[in-house]
């Protein structure tokens, strides 16, 4: 082995010991029991399995040039799919607006309120402002719309979003996409 050699062969696998040690502490953190009470049905309420276990995360994949993710559609508006506003602007906003809502690890405690993110999809790519939280430890609860805890990986789109990457109603809500901080 050359003598330049030993010291390369150190940080690479240094570096692959702190990557893989966060691989391994984002997997999820523990779970959520599902209830039947007060479940909202005709919502798409997905908690009302009594005793049923739901996944929680605490942490997200790692934030890239080009982060894979699963976006859904979302309703920011009142009345939408959540029973509260906007986590980072207490607002609602309408299915016109480009706004999206990152997993809890993504979401970084807000860290990502109002800052911008760039969304590569279907051949396109668009900007949109980060207005909420996709919670992943929390759920089941009417705060919350009785549903499950969000995975790790999700992006909740506008229909605006959605519109600009050029999905309309013929697709079912659910697209996986890479996006970045902007």
């Given at each position: 082995?050359?003598?330049?050699?030993?010291?390369?062969?150190?940080?690479v696998?240094?570096?692959?010991t702190?990557?893989?040690s966060?691989?391994?502490?984002?997997?999820?953190?523990?779970?959520l029991?599902?209830?039947t009470s007060?479940?909202?049905?005709?919502?798409?309420?997905?908690?009302?399995?009594?005793?049923?276990?739901?996944?929680?995360?605490?942490?997200?994949?790692?934030?890239?040039?080009?982060?894979?993710?699963?976006?859904?559609i979302y309703?920011?508006?009142?009345?939408?799919?959540?029973?509260?506003?906007?986590?980072?602007d207490?607002?609602?906003?309408s299915?016109h607006?480009?706004?999206v809502?990152?997993?809890?690890g993504?979401?970084e405690?807000?860290?990502r309120?109002?800052?911008?993110?760039?969304?590569?999809?279907?051949?396109?790519?668009?900007?949109?402002?980060?207005v909420?939280?996709?919670?992943?430890?929390?759920?089941?609860?009417?705060?919350h719309n009785?549903?499950?805890?969000c995975r790790?990986?999700?992006?909740?789109a506008?229909?605006?979003?959605?519109?600009?990457?050029?999905f309309?109603?013929?697709?079912?809500?659910?697209?996986?996409?890479?996006?970045?901080d902007?």
């Open positions: 082995m050359a003598a330049g050699s030993l010291p390369s062969l150190v940080i696998l240094l570096l692959s702190v990557v893989l966060y691989v391994q502490s984002c997997s999820h953190s523990g779970y029991t599902g209830t007060k479940c909202n049905e005709e919502k798409g309420a997905e908690c009302c399995k009594a005793g049923k276990k739901y996944r929680q995360y605490r942490c997200s994949p790692p934030v890239t040039a080009a982060t894979k993710a699963h976006m859904t309703d920011f508006s009142e009345g939408g799919d959540s029973a509260a506003p906007s986590k980072c207490g607002e609602y906003h299915d607006e480009m706004v809502a990152l997993s809890t993504w979401y405690d807000g860290s309120c109002g800052n911008t993110v760039r969304i590569d999809a279907n051949g396109r790519s668009v900007l949109a402002k980060v909420g939280e996709c919670d992943s430890v929390n759920g089941c609860d009417e705060e009785f549903q499950p805890p790790n990986n999700i992006v909740d506008s229909r605006a979003v959605w519109k600009a990457l050029g309309y109603k013929s697709h079912n809500g659910d697209y996986d996409i890479t996006w970045s902007a």
